[in-house]
């Protein structure tokens, strides 16, 4: 089945460090890709996404690749600020024949920044 | 705008009682999930509804576990009775249409504490 595979973490970074987060997915049809991030005390929302292979998703300095032939979607920063620490989450979207489209997450990455 | 509420935030109860939360999604969204997070994991759908039908509900404890949304826009989501792995957060979240390419809105979840 459809699965999202994540770097265990937690992350800590110092502040203006360089950050990936790994991602890497299982899916049979041709899903899209979302990076979801939770803030202390807020619910999820959307990071970025990118619906077909070699699409870049971008937002906020973040960027992810859609890597087909290496099923992954990595999560990158050039230069993190305190104000990134959260929860990041990798999911797909799976809108393939049959499928309902249903959003698939993975287990999350808590990233901590340190000033 | 307004977000998608959820009410209430917190609630602990005892394993074998009921419990019962509830969802405004944003106005105007045909589509309402319901997500389970258990603490270390990420969000899994538990149903999702298209206006006031059923969508996907595969992985819905069904003997425990009901939702309804009546008249397509608001929804609970019930427990009875509850057992000790139900303790997680649960997630509402809305989308316009459909998860496939879309984004979804989440409100910030009940948290459940089963002892």
């Known amino acids: 089945g459809n699965s999202v595979t994540q770097m265990e973490g937690p992350v800590t970074l110092s502040e203006e460090a360089f950050l990936t987060i790994n991602c890497t997915y299982t899916?049979?049809?041709?899903?899209?890709l979302f990076w979801y991030v939770q803030y202390p005390g807020e619910g999820l929302q959307l990071l970025l996404k990118?619906?077909?292979?070699?699409d870049k998703g971008s937002n906020k300095g973040f960027e992810a690749t859609y890597r087909k032939e290496t099923t992954s979607f990595h999560l990158e920063k050039g230069s993190v600020q305190v104000s990134d620490s959260a929860v990041y989450f990798c999911?797909?979207?799976?809108?393939?024949?049959?499928?309902?489209?249903?959003?698939?997450f993975g287990q999350g990455t808590t990233l901590q920044v340190k000033p | 705008e307004a977000g998608v509420a959820q009410s209430p935030r917190y609630k602990i109860i005892e394993k074998r009682q009921s419990v019962a939360f509830w969802c405004n999604p944003i106005?105007?969204?045909?589509?309402l999930y319901w997500y389970q997070q258990i603490l270390g994991q990420g969000p899994k759908l538990l149903i999702q509804?298209?206006?006031?039908?059923?969508?996907?509900d595969s992985q819905l404890p069904k003997d425990r576990f009901s939702a309804e949304r009546l008249k397509g826009v608001d929804s609970t989501l019930k427990i009875q009775p509850a057992k000790l792995e139900d303790s997680a957060v649960y997630l509402c979240?809305?989308?316009?249409?459909?998860?496939?390419?879309?984004?979804?809105?989440f409100g910030s979840g009940t948290q459940l504490s089963v002892l």
């Open positions: 899916a049979t049809g041709y899903p899209s």
């Open positions: 106005s105007g969204h045909a589509t």
């Open positions: 990118a619906t077909k292979a070699d």
């Open positions: 979240a809305s989308s316009l249409r459909g998860p496939t390419n879309e984004k979804l809105f």
């Open positions: 999911a797909l979207s799976d809108h393939g024949s049959g499928n309902t489209g249903k959003l698939i």
């Open positions: 509804f298209q206006n006031n039908g059923v969508v996907d």
